[in-house]
């Protein structure tokens, strides 16, 4: 990632200022930011660099957030975003992409069938019960103790989310699905680190 937010002028004195981001290059894009929280940020391309597949100025993607402060614009290679579909608010992507994408993994790892008792054991709240949403989708019957199969929340699971970014935008576009289906409208939010990027 590519982030210009600040100059040095002739006193050796750091200070803010709006730098200017340069054209994007064959297969990088430039990205105005405007929503973070749960591990993504939401935003818009600005400028597409030359023979960029997929993705054109104005359209909605989504990127993994690096943390620190988000410059106004940035850029990032198009194989380190993903296209949001325009029926999502940055509210859902932020609320929902992160934790979405590591229930989708869960569920994925441990195969059940409609009908199945399963737990599902997690330390992060929103994981927990994102994936016993989708669990229940699926047609499992999701307990608290118990239960034919555990779905367990492990560091290996997670890795599979981070694989190649065919993969990842093919399990975003699964998440996405979802959220339109109303799988996840019964999840209670909890609070998290979200924030307006500069307009």
Known sequence: MILITKTLNPMNETQNSRAVVPRPTTGWLRLRPTRRGRGFVVGVVDAAGPDTNGFAPRDRVAWRDAGGDLAELLLLPQNDVLGVP??????????????????????????????????????????????????????????????????????????????????????????????????????????????????
């Open 86 to 199: 325009g029926w999502i608010s940055d509210e859902q992507v932020v609320t929902y992409l992160g934790p979405g994408l590591i229930a989708r993994s869960l569920v994925r790892a441990r195969p059940f069938v409609r009908g199945d008792e399963v737990r599902v054991e997690s330390t992060d709240p929103v994981v927990r019960e994102i994936t016993s949403a989708w669990a229940r989708s699926l047609g499992a019957r999701v307990v608290d103790d118990g239960g034919s199969y555990a779905i367990q929340d492990a560091p290996r699971v997670r890795r599979t989310v981070l694989g190649s970014h065919g993969r990842l935008a093919q399990a975003a576009v699964e998440v996405f699905q979802a959220i339109r289906a109303g799988v996840f409208d019964g999840v209670h939010d909890r609070p998290a680190r979200r924030e307006r990027a500069a307009a």
